[in-house]
């Protein structure tokens, strides 16, 4: 991913008024980012558990989408990250919905999916980022074939998102 300003994370929400995407918590230190190993810049809001955003490149611009986390249900289970599929115990796999971009998301509709927690899921895929033991299972794509797979479930998520 490209490098990103906050200026450009704030303009490119979609499911959320302009005055909310001027509110929201932005990182800190988007310069000390890791952009050349991640596929999409998603963070956890730190004064709101239950809120997470996600921006990613779209052809020639950014899309971004906030995000609710459900809460977690009691239970070691081990559950799998629909993006770049890494297993977590316990609730580092959340389901996370997206109000939907434009008139059905003001009339409340919205899209969800199960993603990793943190959403690190770029820095998973690359091993540098570790899980418990045992939580990557091994593929037998190569990495950028991996990523290719991850960018393209991203890519179908934010698709319900803006156009169902």
């Known amino acids: 991913m490209r490098p990103v300003t906050e200026r450009e994370i704030r303009a490119s929400f979609v499911n959320c008024s302009k005055g909310a995407a001027k509110r929201l918590a932005v ?11 991640l596929d999409f ?13 996600l921006v990613a490149e779209s052809g020639d ?3 971004g989408v906030t995000l609710r986390r459900a809460k977690p249900t009691a239970g070691a ?4 990250c629909a993006l770049c ?5 316990g609730d580092g796999v959340a389901l ?9 998301g003001q009339q409340g509709n919205s899209v969800g999916s199960y993603l990793c927690a943190d959403l690190a899921c770029s820095l998973y895929l ?3 980022k570790e899980t418990e033991p045992g939580a990557r299972a091994h593929d037998s ?12 479930n991203l890519a179908a998520f934010l698709d319900r998102v803006t156009h169902g």
């Open 27 to 37: 990182p800190r230190e988007l310069a000390a980012s890791p952009w050349d190993d």
């Open 41 to 53: 810049l998603g963070w956890r809001d730190p004064s709101a558990p239950d809120r997470a955003y």
């Open 61 to 63: 611009r950014l899309l």
């Open 77 to 80: 289970r081990r559950s799998m």
């Open 85 to 89: 599929l890494t297993t977590h115990s």
């Open 96 to 104: 996370m919905t997206a109000r939907k971009a434009g008139k059905e």
């Open 126 to 128: 690359r091993g540098k």
């Open 141 to 152: 794509l190569p990495l950028d074939q991996q990523i290719a797979r991850t960018t393209a």
